[in-house]
């Protein structure tokens, strides 16, 4: 049984930073593509960054050049490191892993941006 357990979550203020990880156990995670994705009140939940089993990332317009995806094949570990946050970043982040038709998420960590 393939699990993804997220943490790192908290409240900051405008301008600061968190780092969020997400622990994965029961699968061969480095030939898992992860993924992070966020969630806001009455928003759909939409792609953050993504880092491939082979180093490649990418990010969404929104967080390009504030946020950092990395892994830790070793640690069978994705980060999510998250600067300059803005209010708007304001959501319930999960975790993602995906390998072919193989799909599975975390339960989710809020980070609330509030002054």
């Known amino acids: 049984q393939v699990q993804l357990v997220e943490s790192g979550g908290g409240l900051v203020q405008p301008g600061g930073s968190l780092r969020l990880s997400c622990a994965a156990s029961?699968?061969?995670?480095?030939?898992?593509?992860m993924g992070w994705y966020r969630q806001a009140p009455g928003k759909q939940r939409e792609l953050v960054a993504v880092?491939?089993?082979?180093?490649?990332?990418n990010y969404a317009d929104s967080v390009e050049g504030r946020f950092t995806i990395s892994r830790d094949n070793a640690k069978n570990t994705v980060y999510l490191q998250l600067n300059s946050l803005k209010p708007e970043d304001t959501a319930v982040y999960y975790c993602?892993?995906?390998?072919?038709?193989?799909?599975?998420w975390g339960q989710g960590t809020q980070v609330t941006v509030s002054s």
């Open positions: 993602n892993g995906k390998l072919l038709n193989r799909n599975y």
């Open positions: 029961g699968t061969i995670f480095s030939i898992y593509n």
């Open positions: 880092i491939h089993s082979g180093g490649i990332t």
